[in-house]
């Protein structure tokens, strides 16, 4: 059953090379969006799909809105989605799944009972988010409120594979800080997948928070798996209401069935998830948790990724921490942003590129802007999160007298990074196929015999090289560049190309003197030369 209302909007492309180096796309401005999540199909990275709140109001309300795109990101269809099993009420969370179906996992029954919301409700679409499933309801019960889901799939080979794992929090009463009322972190998981057939929920967290919705509340709960079928979860709360905040940890290796009998304390979380900033209409540091699962070096570690005022409350930074043995223990608190002290750089998100093992993490930050409005950074670690490079990737300024919500997003694979965050009431992306957007320009339009990949000038080169190329046919190129042991370490090249002569440039500016390779493929051909870094 198909339940979903559709406007088609053709997104723009805004170029600015003043503003950004990349091209930012504005996705939608219908119905109000705020509060949005990101999801590239592995199996087809041309299809893309958001989900957002959205204020539709009427006889229909719906607070879910979905956005997709069959072209990789540059053009977008809106929906609006409907179901009979429960109301959609936003708090968007966009899966992909073993067989490349989406999953939008969201609140339920908004302003259907007094309680807020009574239950998740989960859709299914199986044509690249073109339609919807009517769904199921993941955790009802008609005496407690439940808020802020989250998910994953297991796309590791283990016997659990393709399992959907979720995780939110409940509270016994929503938004009463009373002492009688509480919170804490529920868990239900679909063992088949996207056939739905969801398990009786389970508290995960053995200490509970009250139910303000605040630092004291035990909030912000997301799930990853291992590359053995491991579950990692982390969330936000109080060790000592009132007193000590921090960020919590559980871990299950047999499919969700049991847990560890003590959470572990990860580390400190000072002044808590409740995050002022000045001129925001609310602000949140919850913590994200990711597991890379490619066939890299890092393969196995554990990150959580959040923000707080440790510094100040003029000065929230976005923090990183690892673990290398699956949470028992876990690295010193690492600092993202790499802007001098005493701005602000706020709501954050991460995700891992499964391909290449690398982290990205999108953020908004102010170390440029006035108070009124931010900018959008995304953060890249290549080394397993011991070093972090920043980027701006806006062209136009945030206003922060907007609904952000509660997330920003970004979805990474094989070297494609896909960002999302709010505009001027409006969802914006931005077209990232190279971390650094290595230029590319079109020597010639006129056919090549072959496709040629030529030596680069100068070689020897500091910093900056090219690299000129026959392409003989329309087809899918792939330029890279990759270290001594065969490691990639740069995509100058990732999208389909007209038949022509092409030139593109390497600035090597953060990579150290050595031999290095670049490799060309093209369907069938495929060429690799040595270049030579010297500084």
Request: charged share 15%; hydrophobic share 35%.
């Amino acid at each position: 059953m198909n339940n979903y209302k559709s406007v088609i909007i053709m997104s723009f492309i805004i170029l600015s090379p003043l503003y950004s180096q990349y091209q930012n796309i504005t996705v939608s401005t219908a119905y109000f969006p705020n509060e949005v999540s990101i999801m590239i199909n592995p199996k087809n990275p041309d299809q893309v799909v958001i989900g957002s709140n959205i204020f539709y109001i009427g006889a229909d309300t719906s607070l879910s809105g979905y956005y997709y795109s069959s072209n990789g990101g540059f053009n977008w269809n809106m929906g609006i989605l409907h179901s009979n099993v429960a109301r959609p009420s936003g708090d968007p969370v966009i899966l992909v799944d073993t067989s490349g179906y989406f999953h939008y996992l969201q609140n339920a029954n908004y302003a259907v009972n007094p309680r807020w919301w009574d239950r998740e409700l989960i859709m299914k679409s199986t044509n690249g988010g073109m339609n919807w499933s009517n769904g199921e309801a993941i955790g009802f019960d008609s005496l407690t409120v439940q808020d802020k889901p989250w998910g994953c799939v297991d796309l590791s080979h283990s016997p659990y594979r393709n399992s959907i794992y979720v995780t939110w929090s409940r509270f016994s009463e929503y938004r009463n800080p009373t002492p009688l009322d509480s919170s804490y972190i529920m868990f239900s998981k679909s063992a088949n997948g996207n056939q739905y057939n969801w398990s009786n929920p389970v508290r995960l967290s053995k200490l509970s928070g009250d139910a303000g919705d605040s630092s004291n509340t035990m909030e912000g709960v997301v799930p990853c798996v291992g590359p053995n079928g491991e579950i990692y979860v982390s969330w936000s709360g109080p060790k000592i209401r009132k007193q000590q905040y921090g960020i919590f940890f559980d871990r299950s290796t047999d499919g969700g069935n049991t847990w560890l009998d003590d959470d572990i304390y990860v580390t400190d979380q000072p002044g808590g998830w409740y995050i002022f900033i000045p001129n925001l209409f609310r602000c949140n540091g919850f913590p994200v948790t990711a597991c890379d699962i490619s066939n890299g070096p890092y393969r196995g570690n554990v990150y959580i990724n959040w923000s707080d005022q440790r510094n100040g409350l003029n000065d929230c930074d976005i923090w990183f921490i690892k673990s290398t043995n699956g949470g028992n223990n876990w690295s010193q608190v690492k600092r993202v942003n790499n802007d001098p002290p005493g701005k602000q750089q706020f709501y954050s998100w991460m995700t891992i590129d499964q391909v290449t093992g690398y982290i990205y993490i999108i953020f908004y930050d102010q170390r440029n802007n006035p108070l009124l409005n931010a900018n959008v950074y995304l953060a890249r670690s290549t080394d397993g999160g011991e070093s972090f490079e920043n980027i701006k990737i806006n062209n136009s300024p945030v206003p922060l007298n907007i609904y952000l919500f509660d997330y920003i997003g970004v979805s990474a694979h094989n070297g494609k990074i896909r960002p999302v965050w709010m505009g001027n009431y409006s969802i914006i992306t931005a077209i990232i196929d190279s971390f650094y957007n290595i230029g590319i320009n079109t020597i010639s339009s006129e056919i090549p015999a072959d496709f040629v990949l030529y030596q680069n000038y100068p070689n020897p080169f500091n910093p900056k090289t090219y690299i000129e190329f026959d392409i003989a046919e329309h087809s899918f190129v792939n330029l890279s560049i990759y270290d001594l042991s065969g490691r990639e370490i740069e995509k100058l090249v990732n999208r389909k190309l007209a038949p022509g002569k092409y030139k593109a440039d390497w600035n090597a500016e953060n990579f150290s003197s050595g031999v290095y390779f670049y490799c060309l493929e093209s369907g069938r051909f495929k060429d690799t030369k040595k270049l030579v870094l010297v500084k």
